[in-house]
């Protein structure tokens, strides 16, 4: 499910409702680094993410050879409540060329939503984002991937 409409409108409502810097965080605005990284509640999210970018990537190409930086995080706002994501970096599956790694985000909605590429890339790299300390999960979405095919 790639719908780049309701990313921009979900962007748009997002950026009109999160701070750009919380309070008592520092700011890394421009340097695109999370402006936080604490630990979040996010397990139940967390498995519901990495088994739908898991399938998502089974279901619609381009296919994943490899993945890299793969983590989870959210976001608050009023209007949207927290909105959690897995954000990470795909290398295409292709046979001839050089392969580039592409961004990508899992987004847990009333189900979910996944998108590719310079989209994917700015919504993880949006200041307000707070990232769990559950480290990378390569392995783990990896092996998610694997084990369901």
Not at 118 to 129: I, T
Request: hydrophobic share 35%; charged share 20%; net charge positive.
């Amino acid at each position: 499910m790639r719908r780049s409409e309701t990313l921009l409108a979900t962007l748009l409502l997002l950026g009109c409702t999160l701070p750009a810097v919380a309070r008592g965080q520092s700011n890394a605005a421009g340097s695109g680094k999370p402006v936080a990284e604490q630990k979040a509640s996010t397990a139940v999210p967390l498995e519901f993410l990495l088994d739908s970018a898991a399938k998502d990537f089974r279901a619609n190409p381009p296919h994943p050879a490899g993945f890299r930086h793969v983590r989870v995080g959210h976001v608050t706002s009023g209007v949207e409540g927290t909105m959690y994501m897995l954000c990470g970096e795909f290398l295409p599956a292709q046979e001839k060329g050089k392969p580039e790694w592409t961004p990508f985000v899992t987004i847990k909605t009333s189900g979910y939503e996944q998108y590719l590429g310079a989209q994917a890339a700015s919504f993880c790299k949006r200041p307000g984002v707070v990232w769990d300390k559950s480290g990378d999960l390569t392995s783990t979405l990896q092996s998610r991937l694997q084990s369901k095919q």
